[in-house]
């Protein structure tokens, strides 16, 4: 199975950038699609952006336009590039992969963006 661990969060201004990370690791074959969740205070868990295999890509309109998921060639790395930061993006910010039918996450990292 595959193991996901994120990076790259922390405090930033609004109008400000941030670039994610989460390294995967395990046995990555089987996953079809894997993607960036976030988490606010007092909210339930939304997806924010994702990608499929195939490289197809969805975001939330929330951040639509403003934040670009990638991975690298070998898909060892998956990355969130966020721009214009506002506060409402501040949350824990999830990495997900979906392999065989199952859900994997990362533990999180915190994204606070200050007004």
């Known amino acids: 199975q595959v193991q996901l661990v994120e990076s790259g969060g922390g405090l930033v201004q609004a109008g400000g950038s941030l670039k994610l990370s989460c390294a995967v690791s395990?046995?990555?074959?089987?996953?079809?699609?894997m993607g960036w969740y976030r988490q606010a205070p007092g909210n339930q868990r939304e997806s924010a952006a994702s990608i499929t295999s195939g490289g197809s890509k969805n975001y939330a309109d929330s951040v639509k336009g403003r934040f670009t998921i990638s991975r690298d060639n070998a898909g060892n790395t998956l990355y969130l590039q966020m721009n214009s930061l506002k506060a409402d993006d501040t949350a824990v910010y999830y990495c997900?992969?979906?392999?065989?039918?199952?859900?994997?996450w990362g533990q999180g990292t915190r994204v606070t963006v200050s007004s």
């Open positions: 997900n992969a979906f392999q065989w039918g199952v859900f994997y």
């Open positions: 395990g046995s990555s074959f089987g996953v079809s699609t």
